[in-house]
């Protein structure tokens, strides 16, 4: 009965959140639907959860849980402490800022633990201990960032806004993996809320966007670093020449330097950017997961990450294949995967330069350099779909948007039409 009536209350009030803050105004959809949508962002989240406590011996999920319930048994005997070490207890940032050195790599890996693990506690205090009441709670931060992401593209698309809801919530693996209580849904959020806020910084130049900006980047970089470490070099091009005609080529010469820099640095400066990766790399190895896909190993020299770049390639965005042999959840995976990749390919066949803005080509340039981390650190399977779906939520609707796909392009003219013939109903 007191599940029931938590279930209930905590609906209620979010939905009253959501009413009075006008979180889904100007995205050209009603409250209601946005509201549905969210509800079922919550669905999925249970059914990944329910998955992943019959699948798996031993998972996040569970742990992250598990510890948050032997913190609340603790803090029963001491709850000054308890409260203290919740707030305070972060560990100490002094002497791991190296990104590049092997045993401060481990310490941000933490660090990221250690803030979804207190999120969880929090949850669960709220909840009384209902698990998958939790889930509510992580889609209530999910879907604020993939909502914000979803309203910067629709303030250029507003006729595309089906096509975006589509594809932004409703890609399979999307929905399932950024729903459920991992770090996956978090980093989407954040990275949709940093794309939001740059776009609305750039637009009306106000200190609030630049420094909410700052402040997602700060959450980034302590849930993931390295994603922090791949949204930063694209949003300094970004902020430098976004009034700069030809951005794209801008964007080009720029990671043509870099990329020259990776590789050359570590012969100038006592840091070695490869090292990152391929520490990265050895990190997973160590995880050692379900369904290993046989990545050699990288090394330290360039023709390692060259003669590797299709390997990285493939894992990244084409496996796992539709296999009807394989197992059941890797099949409908492998349709999920080969169907977006589909949809890429029509995207960049009916490509439209005109319609490219600055933001679009810095989110391009994000998800690919993600993409391409992932493809090369992570060996396991289950692992790279999962790591992976919210960046193809944010890169498939950009090229969809901007490309100009004829049954796109159709209904692009269909309801202007008709919103034509409603205005004019209306006067």
Known sequence: MITILLYTFYLLFFYFVFRTYSFTSNTGFSFKLWFAVFLLKFLAGCANLYFHKHAFLANDLFFYYQQAMEELQAGRSNPWEFVRTWLFDWEHMKGHLNFFQKENMVYWSTLGTLVHTKLMTLFTILTLGSEYLNILFYNFLFFLGQLAFYKTLYSYFPQKKWVLLLTVFFIPSVLFWCSGIHKDGLVFSLSGAIIYCTHHYLAKKQLRFLLQMIVFLALLLCIRYFYFLCILPPLLI?????????????????????????????????????????????????AQGYSDMETPLLQDNVQSFLQNLPVALDHAFLRPYPDPTSKLKYFFHGLDVWFVMAMMLLSLFYFK???????????????????????????????????????????????????????????????????????????
Not at 243 to 260: D, E, M, P, Q, T
Not at 274 to 284: C, D, G
Not at 364 to 383: D, H, K, M, Q, R
Request: hydrophobic residues 50%; positive net charge.
């Open 238 to 286: 970004l902020l430098i020449f976004h009034s700069r005609k030809k951005l794209n080529w801008i964007f080009l010469g720029a990671y043509l330097v870099l990329g020259i820099a990776f590789f050359s640095v570590k012969f100038i400066l006592p840091i070695n950017p490869l090292q990152l990766i391929i520490n990265k790399q050895e990190e997973y190895f160590k």
């Open 353 to 427: 330069r005109n319609n490219w803005s600055p933001i679009h080509i810095f989110i391009v340039f994000y998800t690919l350099s993600v993409l391409l981390f992932i493809g090369y650190t992570i060996p396991n399977c289950g692992a790279v779909v999962r790591y992976r779906s919210g960046f193809i939520g944010m890169l498939l609707p950009v090229l969809l948007l901007t490309s100009n796909i004829p049954w796109i392009a159709w209904y692009e003219k269909w309801t202007g039409r008709s919103g034509n013939r409603k205005l004019s109903t209306e006067k």
